[in-house]
């Protein structure tokens, strides 16, 4: 279906899932309240009402960042069982968190009466939904009836995307032939004999017949242009048209087949520019991503304050040199920032780096296990990423985010390859992908990899699957050297 059918899907199902939360909170609170038990269960309105908020901000939340919401068309029962156990699980640690971390006084009866309630009522609102879907993607986007301009793969294979959603609204009307470059129209006898067959059968019109078909048939909502970009300033004429009848024009831009990244159109002076990013460009989302790095970066220098001065201490009494090491790295688009770090290594240690060149074990960037310039205390702060801590003062600066690639040294961007550079359209983080997929077990390739799949699949959703992720690795000390 269309993206935009699929936004509305999104909010509609969440919403649904506010009010079953809602009906099942209610429910299991009702059945403890009057149930025959030894112990009275009572909360106030207000302690109840904003209990009820929590987890309605937490159950729906979830399903946004399981991305629940996103494949309950079609899918299996199983899968709809399991992703309601992630959904209400996750959710439900949220809330024993919280009732543990404010000493709230709740029933466990009520906990695992709401608890058991809202899964099984979410499971049976996804399978009964199941069969309305394809009903509520053609209500919220309504019926499409759709032309397609082209006769080549490109157009056929638009024309069995457009099939695949035929039940959403989707209503393919015919083909129209534009001309080949120097040849004349095709004959008027095309309109009566000649068909495409894909799924079904569908008419070819000579594209010189759109205007008397738009103005005959008011039922055409849509234009899919799927042509080989040097024949689109040929079409301008046939643009003008669809926008004189009000039609909606869409162009297939897959004449780029190798381009990867995410695709805007942005406008300037009135001139519209199709865009190419390399990285995520959506401002509203980004601000939100900066705004949490700077919270949890203030809450983690709060909380950490203990371990900074331990570790600073520590590091001050057991070897020379300064406490904070200070270096020189890539941020985003390249630009150079300081990078700090606890010192773990001797204090010459950048001068003695070709003494232990030969132990390096990946090709470009420096990583020997059991660095014979690490201090005593600096193989502990390694092990569990004490080390990194002060660059949370770099994510407060804005050179650093909680999640994104890490940032490298110049000397090792130089020697990148081009794919590789990509990397650095992103703002650098303190964790990424690779950090729960081993750590420095990581092979450079397979890093480098890692860091550009976060790229293109970023979202909120998964920073905080990451941050969650990278919590248990770094206390247990897994991947490290």
Not at 173 to 188: K, V
Not at 229 to 237: D, I
Not at 338 to 353: C, G, H, I, N
Request: glycine fraction near 8%; hydrophobic fraction near 45%.
């Amino acid at each position: 279906m269309f993206r935009s059918q699929k936004r509305k899907l999104k909010i509609l199902f969440g919403f649904a899932d506010g009010i079953l939360t809602a009906a099942a909170f209610t429910l299991a609170y009702s059945v403890r309240e009057y149930a025959p038990l030894s112990h009275q269960f009572f909360l106030t309105p207000d302690v109840r009402t904003l209990l009820l908020g929590f987890c309605l901000l937490t159950w729906v939340g979830c399903g946004y960042w399981l991305d629940v919401y996103g494949k309950l068309e079609s899918v299996r029962i199983g899968v709809i069982v399991g992703d309601s156990f992630r959904q209400v699980g996750s959710s439900a640690l949220a809330l024993v968190v919280l009732v543990v971390a404010t000493k709230l006084d709740i029933s466990r009866v009520f906990l695992s009466l709401f608890i058991g309630t809202s899964w099984l009522f979410l499971i049976w609102f996804r399978i009964a939904a199941r069969n309305f879907v394809s009903y509520l993607s053609r209500e919220l986007g309504a019926e499409r009836n759709i032309f397609i301009v082209g006769l080549g793969e490109r157009a056929m294979a638009l024309a069995r995307s457009l099939e695949d959603h035929h039940g959403h609204g989707v209503r393919i009307l015919g083909f129209l032939a534009p001309p080949e470059p120097g040849l004349p129209a095709p004959p008027g006898q095309l309109t009566a004999a000649a068909t495409v067959q894909i799924e079904h059968a569908y008419r070819i019109f000579p594209l010189d017949d759109l205007r008397s078909l738009l103005a005959e048939h008011f039922i055409i909502d849509e234009i899919h242009f799927a042509v080989d970009s040097g024949m689109l300033p040929s079409l301008e004429p046939v643009f003008r048209w669809c926008q004189e009848e009000g039609v909606c024009s869409r162009i297939a831009i897959d004449f780029f087949p190798q381009v990867n990244g995410y695709i805007d159109l942005e406008e300037i002076g009135g001139t519209p520019l199709l865009t190419f990013s390399g990285a995520p460009d959506n401002d509203v989302l980004l601000l939100a991503k900066r705004a949490i790095d700077v919270v949890l970066a203030l809450a983690g220098i709060i909380l950490l304050s203990p371990v900074f001065v331990i570790a600073a201490i520590l590091i001050k009494l057991t070897s020379s040199g300064p406490v904070i090491f200070r270096q020189v790295r890539c941020g985003l688009n390249g630009r150079t920032f300081t990078f700090y770090k606890f010192r773990s290594m001797v204090q010459d240690a950048e001068a003695r780096l070709h003494q232990v060149a030969h132990l390096n074990e990946r090709d470009i960037v420096m990583k020997i296990r059991n660095d014979p310039r690490l201090t005593a205390v600096g193989k502990w702060l390694r092990k569990f990423s004490i080390d990194e801590l002060p660059q949370l003062f770099n994510v407060l600066k804005g050179d650093m985010s909680l999640v994104g690639p890490r940032p490298a040294i110049p000397t090792e961007v130089a020697r990148y390859q081009r794919w590789q550079r990509r990397r650095l359209r992103m703002r650098p983080g303190l964790t990424c992908l690779w950090a729960v997929r081993g750590r420095d077990k990581v092979d450079f390739e397979s890093w480098m990899r890692l860091d550009l799949q976060y790229i293109d699949t970023w979202s909120l959703g998964l920073d905080a699957k990451i941050i969650l992720l990278t919590i248990p690795h770094v206390m247990s000390g897994r991947g490290a050297s």
